[in-house]
C-alpha cells in the first residue's frame, strides 16, 4: 500500500505551500494521517496529526503556522505551511496508521521535498 505524496518546492521564508498526500481509499477513513518531517541531518520528527475521528495535533513549532486538514470524500490529507522558515527545511512524509485486532499498521508515502530560503 502506497501513499502519494506531492506539493514540495522551493519557496523564500515568509511563503506558504500546501501538501497533499492520496491514499488507497481502503484504509483512508479508518486511519489516522500524520504529516512527518526529516531535515537535514536530522532525525524523523512527527508535525501534524488528524484522526480518523477529525482530532488534531501539532508538533510546537509549527503551531499557528500549519493547519492540516483531511478529505475523506478525496482520500486526501492536506498540510497548509505558512509563514514558512528555512528551520522548516526538509523532507514531508505523510502516515497511515490504524489498529486493526489488537495490531498497529503503518503506511507511509515516499516523501515531498520542501526547500525554505532565507
Known amino acids: 500500500v502506497q501513499l502519494q505524496a506531492s506539493g514540495g518546492g522551493l519557496v523564500q521564508a515568509g511563503g506558504s505551500l500546501r501538501l497533499s498526500c492520496v491514499a488507497p481509499?481502503?484504509?483512508?477513513?479508518?486511519?489516522?494521517m500524520d504529516w512527518y518531517r526529516q531535515g537535514p541531518g536530522k532525525q524523523r520528527e512527527l508535525v501534524a496529526v488528524i484522526t480518523s475521528g477529525g482530532d488534531i495535533n501539532y508538533e510546537d513549532s509549527v503551531k499557528g503556522r500549519f493547519t492540516i486538514s483531511r478529505d475523506n470524500a478525496k482520500n486526501t490529507v492536506y498540510l497548509q505551511m505558512n509563514s514558512l522558515k528555512p528551520e522548516d527545511t526538509g523532507v514531508y512524509y505523510c502516515n497511515a496508521k490504524r489498529s486493526m485486532r489488537g495490531l498497529v499498521y503503518t503506511n507511509w508515502g515516499q516523501g515531498t521535498e520542501v526547500t525554505v530560503s532565507s
Open positions: 481509499r481502503s484504509i483512508f477513513s479508518i486511519s489516522d
